[in-house]
């Protein structure tokens, strides 16, 4: 009896011992990443929603790691093809997916992926923005005159790809709400989607953050966003409740992801040091008044915000009735 209690006991200190060894090395990676550069996958074109913030933060974050930063743009198939190069990459925090809602969306838009969400894990949700209707400057420029205008025609309207946060949205406008005949014109990310917009070969535009300059300087028309309060950017454009649409609220967000089996050490640093750039009064000014809602959340909550959206937007998904093979 005495022989199996010290050899229960031995073998419960070797088990102690390799659970410490195995935090404290859990713990030594997180102290030494990043140990080369960093690439940040971008799952759209340059100059759009996810990459503006994406290359902010990534110089930002490079500084504060002291390692290069590189962004890498990969649009297509509403950002799977960027969220599926990352998924192979490997999982030790130097290669970064940055994409948008249309992640969430695609988990029931799309019939067939190859990938999963379960192959991600979510670092950060940092910034968002509200959806915005806009219309090129020839067009009419208030929602009930553009809904009136739109009556008997079949209009346009482009949005940075198909199953985007902005395509949902404006497909539930345009079929459910206002009943008119629009047809998408999907393109491979918000800065083609905004020339199109510019140069007047579509009717509009929605978009949940690159029309906001254009608006103000009057090349585009402001129709409505789609928050409960105004935009402070665009104080002039009313929400869509005040122009006849109460309810109809769509926004999206900027994620930031790793491979699923990064070491959770390295995937707080990444959290907290993403929460402290887009914290830090000077950077939050900056962010603020081209346009994002910051948030900053622990990993925890942007793991069930995450689990929350793709339910929400499966949801849209399915009242609005299209699907992509």
Partial sequence: MQSYQRSASWWGLLMVAAL???????????????????????????????????????????????????VENRGGAGGNTAASAVTKADADGHTLLVTTTAISINASLYQKLDYSLD?????????????????PADRPGMLKEFVDWAKGREVTFATAGVGSGSHLAAEHFYRNLAKIKASHVPFR??????????????????????????VQSGKLKGLAVASAKRNPVLP?????????????????????FVPAKTDPA????????????????????????????????????????????????????????????
């Fill in 119 to 135: 192959q991600l894990a979510i670092i950060a949700m940092p910034g968002s923005s509200a959806e915005t209707f806009a219309v």
């Fill in 189 to 214: 990310g918000g800065s083609l989607a905004l020339q199109a917009a510019l140069g007047g070969q579509v009717d509009a535009i929605t978009a949940s953050f690159g029309t906001n300059a254009h």
């Fill in 236 to 256: 002039n454009v009313p929400t869509f409740a005040e122009a006849g649409y109460p309810g109809f609220e769509a926004g999206s967000w900027v994620g930031f």
């Fill in 20 to 70: 410490a060894a195995g935090v404290g090395g859990v713990q030594a990676q997180g102290a030494q990443y990043p140990s080369k550069k960093i690439t940040i996958v971008v799952g759209f074109t340059a100059g759009g929603f996810a990459d503006t913030l994406a290359r902010f933060v990534g110089q930002k974050l490079g500084d504060k790691l002291g390692q290069a930063v590189v």
């Fill in 266 to 325: 390295i995937v707080a640093k990444l959290n907290s040091a993403i929460n402290e750039i887009v914290t830090t009064k000077a950077n939050e000014e900056h962010l603020t008044k081209i346009g994002y809602t910051l948030t900053v959340r622990p990993v925890a909550d942007s793991q069930k915000f995450l689990k929350d959206e793709v339910a929400k937007w499966g949801q849209w998904v399915k009242t609005v009735g299209i699907s992509v093979k």
